[in-house]
Nanobody
Framework: QVQLVDSGGGLVQAGGSLRLSCAAS????????MGWHRQAPGKQREVVAA???????NYADSVKGRFTISRDNAKNTVYLQMNSLKPEDTAVYYC?????????????????WGQGTQVTVSS
């Protein structure tokens, strides 16, 4: 079994910062891409940032220059440093990871999600 636990959300004023964390645990053989999505009330879930196992990152245009994604492969953890937060960043943030697990037939890759952490930015 694989589990992702994300944390670090909260209430912050516009212009403030938050750091989200997401740790993967369980029967993990390898972790490929990791990242963050978010979903605001009444809106579809959108990609915020993603990072490969080699550290190559990409971002949504709306967060470029303000958010930084990083990962610690030794800890199976991905982070999202969010600076200069805006009210429009308010959403539930979900981490995800593409993880390989050892199965009878070999290594199987699957997408796993955290439970979500609320980020609220007040104006």
């Amino acid at each position: 079994q694989v589990q992702l636990v994300d944390s670090g959300g909260g209430l912050v004023q516009a212009g403030g910062s938050l750091r989200l964390s997401c740790a993967a645990s369980g029967s993990i053989f390898s972790i490929n891409r990791m990242g963050w999505h978010r979903q605001a009330p009444g809106k579809q879930r959108e990609v915020v940032a993603a990072i490969t196992s080699g550290g190559s990152a990409n971002y949504a245009d709306s967060v470029k220059g303000r958010f930084t994604i990083s990962r610690d492969n030794a800890k199976n953890t991905v982070y999202l440093q969010m600076n200069s937060l805006k009210p429009e960043d308010t959403a539930v943030y979900y981490c995800y990871a593409n993880i390989g697990t050892a199965q009878t037939m070999g290594i199987m890759n699957g997408n796993y999600w955290g439970q979500g952490t609320q980020v609220t930015v007040s104006s």
